[in-house]
């Protein structure tokens, strides 16, 4: 596609229910990239991507929450028994190598 | 570890004036890059600049230029002649490595705020 595409674009779910964030990366990114940004604060680091594989899962916040890609394109970031903590807008980026990343528009992520 | 750093949490300046965001980094590679994107209140995150560690000449686009210092690792971004439309968050950002991409880490970010 023509860019990073996010879906849904925003999400409200009831604490402790189970969500799923997608991932479209731009067609040939082989790096793919997960954040967390909380209300008025900057980029948390999740997950990244290179392929299928995923080098450093070190800012994944708790075992709740796990990603996958496969064939080296879609991304999907799922969270367990969400909590009210997890609020937060979703960002997903790609990048073709070590080149800048392209970020999606993002999922807003309300647990009510 | 790469760590990136902006002490500026926010910042007031005047329409027109010159502008410099400060970013300092740390890491143990050799070889790495740094960014500068641009967050509007619309949310999305926009790319301004890049800057290779072997660049020797500082990156420009416009009226954005990254006065980069790398025995001091820092990668200040100087943006000319504000406008209005420059009030947003400014996030610098780097990532290590020399093959492929790696974990792409960013500071906290500065608020802009531009005024008329």
């Known amino acids: 596609g023509a860019g990073v595409s996010q879906s849904p674009s925003n999400k409200v779910t009831e604490k402790g229910k189970d969500v799923e964030l997608r991932c479209d990366p731009i067609?040939?990114?082989?790096?793919l990239y997960w954040y967390r940004q909380r209300l008025g604060q900057g980029l948390e680091f999740l997950i990244y991507?290179?392929?299928?594989?995923?080098?450093?899962k070190s800012g994944l916040p708790s075992d709740r929450f796990s990603a996958e890609r496969t064939g080296e394109s879609v991304s999907t970031l799922t969270i367990q028994r969400t909590q009210q903590e997890d609020s937060a807008v979703y960002l997903c980026?790609?990048?073709?190598?070590?080149?800048?990343?392209?970020f999606g528009q993002g999922t807003r992520l309300t647990v009510v | 570890a790469q760590k990136i750093t902006q002490t500026q949490p926010g910042m007031f300046v005047q329409e027109k004036e010159a502008v410099t965001l400060d970013c300092t980094y740390d890491?143990?590679?050799?070889?790495?890059?740094l960014f500068w994107y641009k967050q509007p209140s619309s949310g999305e995150m926009i790319f301004l600049i890049y800057?290779?560690?072997?660049?020797?000449q500082n990156a420009t686009e416009g009226r954005y230029s990254l006065n980069f210092q790398k025995a001091r690792k820092s990668a200040n971004l100087v943006i000319s002649a504000s406008q209005l439309g420059d009030s947003a968050m400014y996030f610098c950002?780097?990532?290590?490595?020399?093959?492929?991409?790696?974990?792409?880490?960013f500071g906290q970010g500065t608020r802009l705020t531009i005024n008329p």
């Open positions: 800057q290779g560690s072997y660049d020797e």
């Open positions: 890491t143990s590679d050799q070889s790495y890059g």
């Open positions: 991507f290179q392929g299928n594989s995923a080098p450093d």
């Open positions: 067609s040939g990114h082989t790096a």
């Open positions: 980026a790609s990048s073709l190598g070590a080149g800048f990343a392209f």
């Open positions: 950002a780097m990532r290590g490595g020399i093959q492929g991409a790696q974990k792409l880490v």
